[in-house]
């Protein structure tokens, strides 16, 4: 299996065809929708600092695996009640609940900050993004507000032949080319919330990039391709404390065919969470999580593989966790990720 797998990656570089290189996907991408959009940074009361593991189809050798740590924050000190920090000390209105969503306030014009730093490994194939985020938060009514942002880095690609067995060591696809690459990386998103609503849209690899790993410039076909986001999220309440959060994301990546993903969480108070999802042609998985204190989080998801590659794969496992630093109104949960 293993040199099967490996075969399929050497396959794709070596074809006179264009390769859409793609970010790494996530279950649990509704714990920390900044991974996927730059407009998201500074949207909570506190630095959100989360950290990230995901191996995917355990079991087959070289199977992708991506850990990340991201980081945001929100900048300012003209704030008011309902705004980025609203709670009053030492807590205030759950808000998971529906006193919190009648009450609820668009925030103050205020600025947001962040970085990442995300690795995802697929057999000889490394990719490294580290990025830095701006957004800008508006109020547009009294209880919807508008985030735009923009994240700028660098994305670094290696191949590490050492790990490919090949019947000639000296393949024209990868002899003598460049297995060390650093390219820009731009993304941009805008995300519209409100208390118990919002929908984003961004865009990630906006410079696309010829990535060569050959000397031979007739096997330099591969190149990373822009990458685009929807997604879309409601807070159902079925009792005061117990609220639904169905949710959605579009993905579009030319030229593979349009993907997209359905998740539902169910969410106790501000004390812990469970739900499922379902990645179209590709998985089912189970998620849940637990709110431990003002200062740290832990979510877990399973991935149950519906693909052909369910008989070679055991499912895809996925932890973060999360710290909520200067949390100075010791909230347990997000006000606005929710």
Not at 87 to 110: C, D, I, K, W
Not at 224 to 248: N, R
Request: proline share 5%; charged share 10%; hydrophobic share 40%.
């Amino acid at each position: 299996m293993k040199r099967n797998f490996y075969f399929l990656i050497v396959f794709v570089l070596s074809t006179q065809i264009l390769f859409a290189q793609q970010k790494p996907q996530y279950t649990q991408y509704v714990f920390n929708n900044y991974l996927l959009n730059p407009a998201v940074a500074g949207i909570e009361n506190y630095t959100d600092v989360k950290a990230g593991y995901r191996s995917q189809w355990t079991g087959l050798q070289g199977a992708p695996v991506t850990s990340y740590l991201t980081i945001n924050a929100p900048l300012g000190s003209n704030f008011l009640q309902g705004d980025a920090t609203a709670f009053p000390a030492y807590g205030g209105v759950n808000p998971s609940s529906r006193l919190y969503t009648q009450n609820y306030m668009a925030a103050e014009p205020h600025h947001g900050i962040g970085a990442m730093i995300v690795t995802d490994q697929a057999g000889p194939i490394t990719q490294t993004n580290i990025d830095a985020s701006y957004a800008y938060h508006l109020g547009l009514t009294s209880n919807l507000n508008l985030a735009m942002g923009v994240s700028a880095g660098v994305s670094h690609i290696s191949l590490n032949t050492s790990l490919i067995t090949l019947e000639n060591p000296l393949d024209p696809a990868i002899s003598n080319g460049n297995n060390s690459q650093w390219k820009p990386d731009l993304s941009v998103g805008v995300w519209l919330y409100s208390s118990n609503y919002y929908f984003g849209a961004s865009v990630q690899q906006i410079l696309p990039q010829n990535l060569y790993f050959s000397s031979n410039n007739s096997y330099n076909q591969s190149k990373t391709v822009p990458q685009y986001f929807a997604t879309a999220g409601v807070k159902l309440f079925l009792t005061d404390e117990i609220t639904l959060l169905p949710s959605m994301l579009i993905k579009v990546i030319e030229p593979t065919p349009i993907t997209y993903d359905l998740n539902a969480k169910f969410s106790f108070s501000d004390k812990f969470w469970f739900g499922g999802s379902y990645r179209h042609n590709d998985s089912f998985g189970v998620l849940a999580g637990v709110n431990i204190s003002s200062f740290i989080n832990i979510g877990y998801s399973y991935d149950i593989t519906t693909s052909a590659l369910n008989t070679v794969s055991n499912g895809t496992h996925e932890i973060v966790i999360a710290l909520l630093l200067n949390n100075r109104y010791k909230v347990t949960c997000p006000q606005h990720l929710f």
